[in-house]
Nanobody, 119 residues
Framework: QLVESGGGLVQAGDSLRLTCVAS????????MGWFRQAPGKEREMIAA????????YYADSVKGRFTISRDNAKNTVYLQMNSLKPEDTAVYYC??????????????WGQGTQVTVSS
């Protein structure tokens, strides 16, 4: 089970940190990813981190503004979001799976947390 938190309503330029806590003993066995889905748009991958935290991936739209990290001892993955823009408004999901940029690579999903950025 994956549970996200940390979403909310912020102004453009603000920061937020999303947290995703996983239950179970195999968290460190999974690549973790953050995805988002804006109204009327497909769900897109925005960041991923490998099992040991060495390898990361960022979509071009968030590169340089967002940072993904994980703490395997706490079964937790984070998404630090800085310099937020109105176009970052979406429901954000964390997911666990294998390394890849496709949704199909991820087996387990959280319920999502809403992020709204006002201009």
């Amino acid at each position: 089970q994956l549970v996200e938190s940390g979403g909310g309503l912020v102004q453009a330029g603000d920061s937020l940190r999303l947290t995703c806590v996983a239950s179970g003993r195999t968290f460190s066995s999974y690549t973790m990813g953050w995805f988002r889905q804006a109204p009327g748009k497909e769900r897109e991958m925005i960041a991923a981190i490998s099992r040991g935290g060495i390898r990361t991936y960022y979509a071009d739209s968030v590169k340089g503004r967002f940072t993904i990290s994980r703490d395997n001892a706490k079964n937790t993955v984070y998404l630090q979001m800085n310099s937020l823009k109105p176009e970052d408004t979406a429901v954000y999901y964390c997911a666990a799976g294998s390394w890849g940029e496709n949704l199909s690579a991820y087996e387990f999903w959280g319920q999502g947390t809403q992020v709204t950025v006002s201009s």
